[in-house]
């Protein structure tokens, strides 16, 4: 009988968590809206009437979540297992680093290292196949976006070297 791996977090932890995060905004665009004027004027509206209402009702369904789920008896769901999670580590590290990488290198090298990579370590493709499929798409993108649309994006030491 095979063993089902177990849990990093329950529903109702994250129901919370997630409910407290759009309190949070909802607070800070609540905050907003009332500096910039959320009162009826003369004319009609100002610019931020709209929106602080809409964030008092985002606040008010965030306490919903937060209430209903303290209230909440019994056991917890499972929201995510280890394994689960191990999975999309391999997909949030890389693309944090990418993101990263991209301040640094340009997003034509990062991109190279970032579908090269995916393709060999989680696809587990050949690192033959991973780098060919790698070179061929960062040049496509760099003579889509570069040359062919002239779109400005971010670059490294190599494209300075090359001349772009």
Not at 28 to 54: H, M, N
Not at 124 to 153: G, K, R
Request: neutral net charge; contains cysteine.
């Amino acid at each position: 009988m095979s063993q089902s791996p177990r849990p990093v977090v329950g529903t109702r932890s994250v129901d919370i968590v997630v409910s407290l995060l759009i309190l949070a905004l909802a607070c800070l665009l609540g905050w907003d809206s009332w500096r910039i004027g959320a009162s009826w004027a003369s004319d009609g509206p100002q610019a931020g009437y709209f929106p602080f209402y809409l964030s008092v009702v985002m606040g008010l369904a965030a306490i919903w979540g937060i209430v209903s789920q303290v209230l909440k008896r019994g056991i917890s769901g499972e929201f995510v297992n280890a394994e689960q999670f191990g999975r999309v580590l391999k997909v949030l590290v890389p693309t944090i680093a990418f993101c990263l990488a991209t301040q640094y290198v340009g997003i034509y090298v990062s991109s190279f290292l970032l579908v090269a990579g995916f393709m060999w370590l989680v696809g587990s493709l050949s690192p033959v196949t991973s780098l060919v499929t790698a070179a061929v798409f960062t040049v496509a993108m760099f003579v889509t976006f570069e040359i062919a649309f002239h779109v400005i994006m971010p670059k490294g030491p190599l494209e300075a070297a090359l001349g772009f």
